[in-house]
Antibody
Framework: EVQLVESGGGLVQPGGSLRLSCAAS????????MNWVRQAPGKGLEWVSG????????YYADSLKGRFTISRDNSENTLYLQMNSLRAEDTAVYYC??????????WGQGTLVTVSS | DIVMTQTPLSSPVTLGQPASISCRSS???????????LSWLQQRPGQPPRLLIY???NRFSGVPDRFSGGGAGTDFTLKISRVEAEDVGVYYC??????????FGQGTRLEIK
């Protein structure tokens, strides 16, 4: 059974940093591209970032303007999202998702990030 | 950038009756490889999204056959043949043709009358 478990969310002040993790199990982690998708309170889904199975290629939403960095550790079956210079508008539930056949086939339960003073 | 527009934004439906959600893209979603990477997701209240349909019309594993997807080019539809109580939630279309960017529709809320 595929499992994706996010962690690392919490309350952070504007301008602060946070590192999210997504622990994966139940599939060959290095064989799949992984993505982060966020959902602001009461709002829709927004793609944040993606990374290839090897980790060699990374992709970001234009709106992030270089503040976030996606990475993965295939030896630990873990996906990361380093978030810097956080703003109030980054407040959201952050989901990790496994990509297969150009669809997001599995999703974690999400971790809440709240940016507030 | 591709814009995905869903209609309606809210759909009250009677149990046992059909429901239909439309998704229109601002550009053709036909990829250079010939595939169309349009999928549909369901998000039940308090739950993460769940894949229902991929590449326009392929039902994902475990998805009931009352869900079906169709369309081509820029116009796509998700249909539920007979709505059940567990279908309540928000439905999103998602395009992955413009790799690596991903765009979601704004969501359609399905509720029971």
């Amino acid at each position: 059974e595929v499992q994706l478990v996010e962690s690392g969310g919490g309350l952070v002040q504007p301008g602060g940093s946070l590192r999210l993790s997504c622990a994966a199990s139940g599939f060959i982690f290095s064989s799949y591209a992984m993505n982060w998708v966020r959902q602001a309170p009461g709002k829709g889904l927004e793609w944040v970032s993606g990374i290839s199975g090897s980790g060699d290629n990374t992709y970001y939403a234009d709106s992030l303007k270089g503040r976030f960095t996606i990475s993965r550790d295939n030896s630990e079956n873990t996906l990361y999202l380093q978030m810097n210079s956080l703003r109030a508008e980054d407040t959201a539930v952050y989901y990790c998702a496994r990509r297969s056949n150009s669809a997001f086939v599995d999703w974690g339960q999400g971790t809440l990030v709240t940016v507030s003073s | 950038d591709i814009v995905m527009t869903q209609t309606p934004l809210s759909s009250p439906v009677t149990l046992g009756q059909p429901a239909s959600i439309s998704c229109r893209s601002s550009q053709s979603l036909v990829h250079s490889d010939g595939n169309t990477y349009l999928s549909w997701l369901q998000q039940r209240p308090g739950q993460p999204p769940r894949l229902l349909i991929y590449k326009i019309s392929n039902r994902f594993s475990g998805v009931p056959d009352r869900f079906s997807g169709g369309g081509a080019g820029t116009d796509f539809t998700l249909k539920i043949s007979r709505v059940e109580a567990e279908d309540v939630g928000v439905y999103y279309c998602m395009e992955a043709t413009q790799f690596p960017r991903i765009t979601f529709g704004q969501g359609t809320r399905l509720e029971i009358k």
